[in-house]
């Protein structure tokens, strides 16, 4: 099993971000994956519009009430088009909502400052891009230790072990010293995903993680990410076009332009089978 001994004890309590100040405000070293109950993610009513304030705004979201509990492993499918990536990016902080409620480990995203937000985002959420944007220059255990040592500034053995691990459970062992620039592409994601977890963050959030990934690597990172979630109580949002891994996870939610148009517990039933893509879309 991973061990996360250089987490424990680094974060500060997310509560501590809050609008609220009180006897909370302290920085309590408490993991902040573990500390908070109630929805990991929760939105409430959320809306967002893209070229608000000029001739050719556009709602591409409609007002979306989702909550991700703990632990969850929950897909979000849909057509090409219909806001997942911007509703991802939304649960991610990375955008604001145009309107609506965001909650991430019962903090009120409205509340918070643009460096509360930052720091929300860097002590609670990983993430996993089609794209990997790994540093080309450095090797795939660097890119790995990278988040850590952004918080720790010094590396150490135990950080380097960390990486090694999760570059073993991506199956990447044999390529920890390459630099990334010259692994293949699925390689590259597979560091991109061992990175996104260095730092046990409790909320993943996949963009088509595996979307260029063989069906073997396709499968082998799907449970990895499973592994994780099941052993350290890690949320999971994962975007996905292929319908196989959605009926795996614990929720599906579907979109329908911009609209939940379902929102399931457990499987999609037999709609799916094994190697399907959801729709033929434009990737
Ligand atoms: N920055 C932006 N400005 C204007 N419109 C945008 C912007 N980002 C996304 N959109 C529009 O919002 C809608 C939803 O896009 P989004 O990328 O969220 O879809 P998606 O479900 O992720 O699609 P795909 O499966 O192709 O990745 C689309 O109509 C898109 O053109
Ligand atoms: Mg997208």
Same mark, same amino acid.
């Given at each position: 099993m991973i061990q996360w001994r250089l987490y424990v004890g680094r974060a500060d309590n997310v509560n501590d971000m809050g609008s609220a100040p009180g006897k909370d405000s302290g920085r309590a070293r408490v993991d902040s994956a573990t500390s908070v109950s109630?929805?990991?993610?929760?939105l409430e009513g959320v809306k967002k519009s893209f070229g608000v304030g000029t001739l050719v705004e556009t709602e591409v979201l409609h007002g979306i009430d989702i909550k991700l509990e703990k632990g969850e492993f929950a897909s979000l499918i849909g057509p090409s088009g219909s806001g997942k990536s911007t509703l991802l990016n939304i649960i991610g902080l990375?955008?604001?909502p145009t309107s609506g409620k965001l909650f991430i480990n019962g903090q009120d995203a409205a509340a918070l400052d643009d460096a509360a937000i930052t720091r929300l985002r860097g002590r609670t959420i990983g993430f996993i891009f089609q794209a990997h944007y790994l540093l080309s220059a450095f090797t795939a255990l660097e890119n790995v230790m990278m988040p850590i040592l952004l918080e720790r500034s010094r590396p150490d053995d135990a950080m380097r072990d960390t990486a090694k691990e999760l570059l073993e459970k991506v199956g990447l062992t044999k390529w920890q010293d390459n630099l990334s620039a010259n692994m293949s592409g699925g390689q590259q994601q597979r560091v991109a995903i061992a990175r996104a977890l260095a730092l046990k963050p409790s909320l993943v959030l996949a963009d088509e993680p595996t979307g260029n990934l063989d069906t073997q690597a396709t499968k082998s990172v799907f =449970? *990895?990410?499973?592994?994780i979630s099941a052993s350290?109580?890690?949320t999971f949002l994962l975007v996905?076009? =292929? *319908?196989?891994?959605?009926r795996q996870c614990d929720r599906?939610?579907?979109?329908?332009?911009g609209r939940v148009e379902a929102n399931q517990k457990s499987s999609l039933g037999k709609q799916g089978t094994a190697g399907t893509d959801f729709v033929a879309d434009s990737h």
């Open positions: 109630g929805p990991v993610v929760s990375l955008d604001r =449970n *990895l990410m499973r592994e350290s109580g890690t996905t076009h =292929n *319908l196989n891994l959605a599906t939610i579907e979109l329908l332009d």
